[in-house]
RNA sequence: GGCGGCGUACCCAAGUGGCUAAGGGAAAGGUCUGCAAAACCUUCAUGCAUCGGUUCGAAUCCGAUCGCCGCCUCCA
């Protein structure tokens, strides 16, 4: 049984979806106005692995994430910039992907974009206006959160404390300044579309109700985002979904923590924040992943370079082990290693609101595990198999952190020629015990980023982690 | 002001009523090695911010105190 913390209950439930193996999922997605930074990352990275996971226990996922390319953030950069807020979205669009690729991230099913879904935007607002939950004043249309009974049932707000703690907001248009707009309509210069209001663009909540559901349904599974989008991105989300389809919007809301520095939330307007693309510069996607994942999706983590750092060395643990088992020479035979006690272990760890510190400490126990069987000498064939196994579905698949896949010794190039060549040298100046010319091999290729190890069974390279 | 969260070893971090408080990093000793590296073995919190309380039993529940953070405004 899988449970986990639903944002709107305030509390873990058993996660049932709407269809038994099957589960709709949206994350919400980058504004692309600029390169997303680590922050951004966790979250993406988050809602990676918590698909990933589901995708391993047996679900259907159908995951959508929006890519939000008609912004206020957009324009006011391509005005900046002199260029259109077209180029501007096209481009960190791009980027977005790049980066995302860069992450393992693996593609979503679709990254519907409010550009794409115009005509469901205009007719959600349409059927707000017809069911009372939106006016129009002037060409623009605001939601009247008065209407809305459940308003500030994700956030926990009451319409009256936020009213009373709300600062003055100077748009005399709103009959309640907590109104938010749908539809604005464009200044000149502004990019527009076609609505029976004024042409011009549709809010930012909006899209996520419209779009989600064209991917997904008028109700769907799961919601996910950074806890910043609570409130009120979210709460609008609700209203506006729920006031259109007169349905329940979404089960499961998830949440993720912030990734602080110093102590502090990083973000953009504080502008204490590095961009991935920067930090994935000097450390591979896999360390940043486990560095992600070593805390809980819903718990504040402070980012450093010693966390980093110490999450780079422990994964090394899992990447060498991945190695030592693709190299493996096993002999014919079984052994008594139970691997489904590791399975076990780790799924119920996970099964728990995605516990993957957890699910990460069952699978360093696993290599411990595994090591020491390798270090008694020949391993069996079922040691081998069913470790490679496990450590590709857990670490390579739900984690991403290891690439079992990359086999530098299938694919002989002239790079991988020249260093078992110097290999072979180095042997040889060992054998006529010439240690300096030996080390000064060794030396040599771990400045250049390979490293030699001698085992027992011979000399094995691998080319060092960022 | 309203609402929510957090404080566990040198660092990160799981654990939310009951075996000896996971796991990772760092550190120390050992096995192996020409020397390393990796791996393996060993050591590393009689204690979980502080003080009270409930309980046969609490890091875990309750209360108070101290410290920190987030949302309420664009933000993952």
């Not at 510190?357 to 020949?378: H, I, M, S």
């Not at 698949?397 to 020629?417: K, Q, Y």
Request: proline residues 4%; aromatic residues 12%.
């Amino acid at each position: 049984m899988i449970t986990l913390y639903n944002t709107l209950s305030r509390k873990k439930e058993e996660f049932k979806p709407i269809e038994p193996n099957a589960v709709k999922f949206y994350m919400c997605g980058p504004t692309v106005y600029d390169f997303f930074h680590v922050g951004n990352a966790r979250s993406f990275v988050m809602s990676d692995m918590i698909r990933r996971y589901l995708a391993y226990r047996g679900f259907d996922v159908t995951f959508a994430m929006n890519l939000t390319d008609v912004e206020d953030k957009i324009i006011r950069r391509a005005n900046e910039e002199n260029q259109s807020a077209k180029e501007i979205a096209d481009r960190y669009a791009d980027a977005f992907f790049e980066d995302a690729e860069k992450l393992k991230i693996r593609p979503a099913d679709s990254n519907p974009r409010p550009t794409e879904h115009m005509d469901e935007i205009v007719a959600m607002i349409e059927r707000l206006v017809e069911n009372g939950y939106a006016y129009e004043v002037g060409g623009n249309v605001f939601y009247d959160v008065a209407k809305f009974e459940g308003y500030g049932k994700l956030s926990g707000k009451k319409l009256d404390e936020l009213e009373a703690g709300s600062r003055v907001e100077v748009n005399k248009e709103k009959r309640n300044p907590l109104d938010f707009a749908l539809w604005k309509k464009a200044k000149p210069g502004e990019p527009k579309w076609r609505s029976p209001w004024s042409e011009g663009r549709p809010g930012w909540h909006i899209e996520c109700s419209a779009m989600s559901c064209a991917r997904l349904g008028e109700t769907f599974d799961v919601h996910a985002g950074g806890s910043d989008l609570i409130f009120p991105h979210h709460e609008n989300e609700i209203a506006q979904s729920e006031g259109a389809n007169g349905k329940p919007f979404v089960n499961y809301w998830l949440h993720f923590g912030f990734l602080n520095i110093d102590d502090e939330k990083m973000s953009k307007s504080l502008g204490n924040f590095f961009t991935a693309r920067d930090v994935l510069d000097n450390y591979s996607a896999a360390s940043l992943r486990f560095f992600f994942a070593q805390t809980h999706y819903r718990s504040p983590l402070n980012f450093s370079s010693d966390g980093l750092e110490a999450a780079r060395a422990g994964l090394e643990k899992l990447r060498v082990l991945a190695e030592k088992l693709k190299r493996a020479k096993p002999r014919a035979g079984k052994d008594d290693f139970d691997v489904e006690t590791h399975y076990a272990r780790f799924n119920e760890a996970c099964d728990d609101d995605f516990n993957f510190p957890k699910g990460f400490a069952v699978l360093f126990d696993f290599a411990r595990d595994v090591n020491r069987r390798l270090a008694q000498g020949e391993p069996s064939e079922t040691l081998v198999e069913k470790a490679g196994t496990f450590l590709r579905e857990i670490a390579e698949g739900v984690f991403g952190v290891v690439d079992f896949s990359e086999d530098a010794a299938a694919d002989p190039t002239l790079e991988t020629e020249l260093i078992e060549f110097l290999i072979e040298l180095r042997a040889e100046a060992k054998r006529e015990k010439n240690y300096a010319l030996a080390d000064r091999i060794r030396d040599g290729l771990a400045e250049r980023g390979v490293r030699i190890e001698d085992g027992k069974s011979g000399v094995t390279y691998r080319k060092t982690d960022a």
